[in-house]
């Protein structure tokens, strides 16, 4: 074990402000007269980036499933398998700090990283998240969540403030890191650019210090996202510990000089190396460490080994950066695999009027048509970008599929002529394969999208072929979601998310039944965009976002309005049919303390192997309603969920446990209300109960009786059971940890 206050020890307080910035884009500064090793850091989520030159990969990579594709499996198990691929690709790349997995939520449409992001529900994101850690770590890589918090725009992302009350903030957008914190025990955490209530994340000491230290236990690195960091003193007592990238502009020398000038204290310094050497020392990098005698570290000298490597002048000689690692990495043939089952197992079956899977028998020509026909999108723009290792063919693959005896018809539809070359080749064919959505360009970091309207007419284009023949396929690769007016006029239609670089392939097995299309809505499909929950208050203005739908983000928002969607959060069909049974509950009552156990039994009551994503969705007393003295909730809330596979015939029983913060919802002190109370009448206006105002914030749970719903989608519910929870005035332990 490494005797990380030896090591804090004996660095001088130039060496131990350095470390607390990079030392160039990607790594840390390194410490060779104690051994201790600089870290590479690199970009994910989708894969390893490694070292960039104009924001592009120096090497190729391994691109899997984007976030909303991961967030389509609903599938723990799977997105640390992906996870864990990604990993590996970074150690090929000499990183062991993966930026990665981003936890923001879907609260509207365009923003342009929506496809980077698993879900608009906190608690799929959640799990989701805790399972991506799971899979980077075991392979001896540090996740690191992000962006904390409030960043789900990028319209003026380095200076809006995302305006959002307490229990929002608690309930929703916090939740997701507060699982990666206690459940998944990530090593490392990035701020994001935007402020939050007037005030920028790095600076604040009520989220980092008091919310994210304190109450959830985290201990491990902070870092700020790259180049966000505005403020030396007020970042450094509200705890982040790196800033990224270097060379260094409010730590480093900035924060050595403040703590000499009294405005940080030097104890807050040692904090921050202390946990960027346990991180080093989680990882296994500090076998070669060793307490030396602290020296004289005043560099900066023309001459001095820092300044003819390159190094910043202001930078202790006594540090060093470490040189670019070579990469080398692999294209491995059990990835790909993996890649593509993952990929149709993500893929949403939306609607079949018994279309799919394509009966191949007589089968003699298809018409492949749309601008995505040749080459599906596969992953979004930005950060999360990667050369993919290569990219697929979709009319090679459907070509070889289905034999040298079909034809196979390529017309990408552009323009009118085009989409007249489309609809011709469709009206002659036995079946046609529309291949429409977006792609990197379209959605990425930096900008959000304009329209949920599909580019370039590829409505009309849809249209033209579906009325030109009956038997259309439409496949939407798109990383959020689009209008699709025309979704009725298909016979078949799949929701492809960036699947990453087996695609193609995914495509093809889903298509011709190869594989089933596993994927459920990890988002909410609206008919319009002016029916959104953000709707008005995106994207922000005059620096400001407000987050105007409170708790109603997703489906929450849709279900209050009693507003129609085109398709629900949750849905998704499958080549099967499966039975979901009627709920046995360990108990219709839950007291302080108590854990509640709700097993479903699943059977599979059709011919093929399939899967079923069992839902478990909790509706408080009275239906959500705001009532005097209570609180507003959603209708219902998703719980736990659960993913099965069942060959024709066979039964299983899948099992929820629910504590009391299933059933809880955040209240925050209203610290004004005694002093305001105290100066009306009582005698004209009598106070509300005490629970309408209380004194001490946390996680309150209401008695009465609730709803738990069990079904396939947030509006297919199959069965419904009844619990009476005991609740109270008092909040819960805080140490409670969430479901």
């Known amino acids: 074990m490494t005797d990380i206050a030896a090591l804090v020890a004996a660095l001088d307080l130039d060496e131990k402000a350095a470390l607390t910035a990079g030392a160039d884009n990607w790594s840390t500064f390194a410490v060779p007269r104690l051994g201790i090793p600089g870290i590479v850091l690199t970009d994910g989520p989708v894969g390893a980036r490694g070292a960039t030159a104009d924001h592009e990969s120096l090497t190729t990579s391994v691109a899997i499933l984007s976030g ?3 967030g389509a499996t609903f599938d723990p198990d799977l997105v640390a398998e992906m996870s864990a691929i990604v990993a590996r690709q970074a150690l090929d790349k000499g990183a062991r700090v993966l930026l990665a997995p981003t936890v923001n939520l879907h609260r509207h449409p365009l923003w342009g990283r929506n496809f980077e992001a698993f879900s608009e529900d906190p608690v799929l994101s959640a799990k989701l998240a805790v399972a991506y850690i799971r899979g980077v770590q075991t392979q001896g890589v540090a996740a690191t969540v ?35 914190v206690r459940h998944g025990h990530v090593l490392c955490l990035m701020t994001s650019y935007n402020r ?26 902070v870092m700020s996202d790259w180049w966000a960091m505005l403020r030396t003193a007020d970042a450094a007592r509200a705890g982040l510990d790196l800033e990224m990238p270097g060379p260094a502009r409010s730590f480093g020398a900035a924060l050595a000089a403040a703590v000499r000038a009294g405005a940080v204290a030097e104890a807050d310094v040692d904090a921050k190396v202390r946990r960027l050497l346990t991180l080093l020392d989680d990882l296994g990098l500090l076998a070669g ?14 001459g001095d080994p820092a300044t003819a490597t390159g190094q910043a002048a202001d930078v202790p000689a006594s540090l060093s950066v470490i040189p670019r690692p070579t990469e080398r990495p692999q294209d491995r043939p059990e990835d790909r695999a993996a890649l593509r089952r993952a990929a149709a197992q993500s893929m949403v079956l939306l609607r079949n009027e018994g279309l799919l899977p394509l009966d191949l028998a007589g089968l003699r020509r298809v018409a492949l048509v749309g601008p995505r026909a040749e080459h599906p999108a596969i992953l979004g723009g930005g950060s999360a970008k990667v050369r993919p290792h290569y990219r697929l063919s979709l009319p ?8 040298a005896g079909v034809e196979v018809l390529v017309e990408p539809g552009a323009g009118d002529t085009g989409r007249l070359a489309a609809a011709s080749a469709a009206r002659t064919a036995d079946v046609a394969i529309v291949v429409v959505g977006t792609d990197e360009v379209l959605e990425s970091e930096g900008y959000d999208r304009t329209t949920m309207d599909l580019p370039d007419d590829q409505d009309a284009l849809v249209r033209a072929v579906a009325g030109a023949n009956a038997r259309t396929v439409v496949v939407v690769t798109s990383g959020a979601p689009v209008t699709m007016a025309w979704a009725d006029e298909t016979a078949a239609l799949v929701q492809c998310f960036f699947a990453g670089q087996e695609s193609a392939s995914a495509i093809v097995d889903v298509v011709v039944g190869d594989a ?12 319009r965009l002016e029916h959104t929950p953000a709707f008005g208050n995106f994207p922000g203005e005059a620096s400001h976002v407000r987050y105007g739908e409170g708790l109603l983000i997703g489906y929450r928002w849709y279900e209050a309005r009693q507003l129609p969607v085109r398709y629900p959060f949750g849905h998704g069909l499958s080549y099967t049919t499966v039975a979901i049974g009627a709920p046995t509950l360990s108990s219709t009552r839950l007291g302080p303390g108590d854990r509640l156990r709700v097993e479903v039994p699943v059977t599979n009551t059709g011919a093929r192997r399939g899967a079923e994503v069992v839902q478990c969705y909790v509706a408080p007393p009275g239906g959500g309603t705001a009532r005097p003295g209570a609180r507003l909730r959603p209708v219902q809330e998703l719980r736990a969920f659960a993913k099965v596979w069942l060959d024709p015939g066979a039964s299983t029983t899948v099992a929820f446990e629910l504590g009391e913060r299933s059933f809880a919802y955040f209240d925050a002190a209203d610290d004004d209300w005694p002093e305001l109370v105290a100066r009306r009448p009582h005698e004209v206006h009598p106070p509300p109960p005490p629970a ?19 079904g396939r989608s947030s509006a297919d519910i199959a069965h419904r059971a009844a619990v009476e929870v005991v609740g109270g005035d008092a909040p819960l332990d805080p140490g409670m940890l969430p479901d």
Not at 152 to 173: N, P
Not at 396 to 403: C, M, N, S, Y
């Open 289 to 302: 460490a060793h307490a030396g005698a602290r020296t004289s570290s005043a560099g900066g000298e023309p």
């Open 196 to 221: 939050v209530n007037g005030e920028h994340v790095p600076d604040q000491a009520r989220l980092l210090d008091e919310i994210l230290r304190t109450e959830w236990g985290f201990d491990g690195v």
């Open 692 to 710: 309408a105002h209380r004194s001490v914030s946390g996680w309150y749970v209401d008695p009465g009786s609730y709803e738990l719903r069990i």
């Open 68 to 70: 909303t594709a991961l």
């Open 396 to 403: 090679e693959i459907l070509r070889a599929r289905l034999g």
């Open 146 to 180: 992000k962006h904390f918090v409030g960043n789900e725009v990028e319209h003026e992302r380095f200076t809006c403030s995302t305006d959002v009350d307490e229990r929002t903030l608690r309930e929703c957008y916090l939740l997701p890191f507060e699982h990666a």
């Open 516 to 527: 089933e299309p596993a994927g459920r809505l990890p988002t909410t499909l609206p008919l």
